[in-house]
């Protein structure tokens, strides 16, 4: 065997080794009474680009494709999910206190407006998820009209 | 005679007066001035204090001057103003601000822990208080 030949059978051996590190990819749930899309306060080409967008990390519906439970992949993607859940997860809108809404709203028109979601990285192999101006412009006068309908409830 | 004639004119003068001091406010968002009346002296006092030094208009730390600018707060919309609430609620919470860095080279800059409870309970709005 060549040098190169060993260089191979260390790469393959790494990458089966590493696909036995246990990785905890956040659990799916299709019954979300509290869904941001149930609220009544969205719908429509919005709901449609929201959920096609922003869904995949920040709601409990999450659709992971085969590559997310090959390691390393599988490793960004439980991170990436996890993280986004925790800033926020649509799948519980209706647990958040009306302010934290707000806040939320806040964030997702800036976020949404200056690009720094959905994130790069993810687009690039998410095309379907990728928004044009014309649709950020959407989500964004959605996110302003929305925070100006539930101030009135405080 | 005279007195009587004067009464209606004094009337009216007076009415002048009440509209002219009334009209101008209640014709402005009436939501925002209502809200504006609750942010109480002592949280403007803390603000000015600890908050302002990086978040004002002529701020050269652009990064607090766009998260939080106070120049600005009180002409925001109602929305707005309860959406930067809630985040500094949340900033406060987590002990971020001022920031740990920051403080190493000003550690009079810290928030004491009557001002830091100012500032909670301000931005808590009714949510602690459950309405």
């Known amino acids: 065997m060549k040098a190169w030949?060993?260089?191979?059978?260390?790469?393959?051996?790494?990458?089966?080794?590493?696909?036995?590190?246990?990785?905890?990819?956040?659990?799916v749930e299709h019954d979300n009474p509290g869904d941001l899309l149930g609220s009544g306060i969205v719908d429509g080409e919005v709901a449609d680009l929201l959920q096609t967008a922003c869904y995949n990390c920040h709601s409990n519906t999450t659709q992971y494709p085969w590559y997310s439970h090959v390691a390393p992949v599988s490793w960004l993607v439980a991170k990436d999910v996890r993280v986004g859940r925790e800033e926020v997860n649509f799948s519980t809108w209706a647990d958040y206190e009306l302010m934290d809404q707000l806040a939320i709203l806040d964030d997702i028109y800036s976020n949404v407006e200056e690009a720094h979601m959905p994130l790069p990285i993810y687009v690039t192999m998410h095309a379907e998820a990728d928004l044009d101006n014309a649709q950020r412009q959407k989500i964004v006068d959605w996110a302003e009209a929305t925070m100006d309908i539930l101030a009135e409830e405080y | 005679m005279k007195r009587i004639a004067l009464l209606p004119v004094a009337a009216i003068v007076g009415l002048l007066f009440f509209q002219a001091s009334q009209k101008p406010e209640a014709e402005k968002h009436p939501d925002l001035i209502l809200f504006d009346a609750k942010m109480p002296a002592n949280v403007k006092a803390v603000v000015e204090q600890k908050c302002y030094g990086c978040?004002?208009?002529?701020?050269?730390?652009?990064?607090?001057?766009?998260?939080?600018?106070?120049?600005?707060?009180?002409?925001?919309?109602?929305?707005?103003?309860?959406?930067?609430?809630?985040?500094?609620?949340?900033?406060?919470?987590?002990?971020?601000?001022?920031?740990?860095?920051?403080?190493?080279?000003?550690p009079e800059g810290k928030l004491s822990d009557e001002e830091k409870e100012i500032l909670m309970d301000w931005s808590a709005g009714k949510k602690k208080k459950g309405e």
């Open chain 2, 55 to 106: 978040h004002n208009a002529d701020s050269k730390n652009e990064k607090g001057k766009k998260k939080l600018d106070w120049d600005f707060f009180e002409a925001e919309k109602k929305s707005k103003q309860l959406a930067t609430m809630s985040k500094i609620n949340e900033v406060l919470t987590e002990g971020d601000m001022p920031p740990a860095k920051f403080l190493e080279n000003r």
């Open chain 1, 5 to 27: 030949h060993y260089i191979i059978l260390a790469i393959v051996l790494i990458i089966l080794a590493i696909q036995l590190v246990p990785v905890d990819l956040p659990p």
